[in-house]
């Protein structure tokens, strides 16, 4: 049984600031990238546990899956097969707040 995937609404701010971002110079371009982000994200039904855990939080179920220049953030539950997209980061602005 496949795992839910869940969007925080901080990972949708996240999305609408990339989409801003890149779409300032080019409004295609930004939804393709953030669709393609999204995408990447529902990989994670199958296996979650295959992002790496993120050693600063030192908790198994926080892990982060890389797209490009970008870390994807997530906590798995297991309990109800969820996984909670957290941050959408650019991995240049450093470790995201969770």
Not at 21 to 26: E, K, L, M, T
Not at 73 to 78: G, S
Not at 80 to 88: D, L, M, S
Request: proline share 5%; hydrophobic share 40%; net charge positive.
């Amino acid at each position: 049984m496949d795992f839910n995937i869940i969007i925080t609404d901080q990972a949708v701010k996240d999305l609408c600031e990339i989409a801003d971002f890149i779409g300032a110079d080019n409004p295609e371009a930004a939804t393709n990238f953030c669709d393609k982000l999204i995408d990447h994200s529902l990989k994670l039904t199958r296996f979650p546990e295959r992002g790496r855990v993120l050693q600063k939080m030192k908790d198994p179920l926080i892990r982060e899956v890389i797209y490009r220049s970008y870390r994807i953030v997530y906590k798995i539950d297991p309990r109800f097969r969820e996984v909670y997209i957290a941050r959408f980061w650019h991995s240049a602005r450093g470790e995201p707040t969770l």
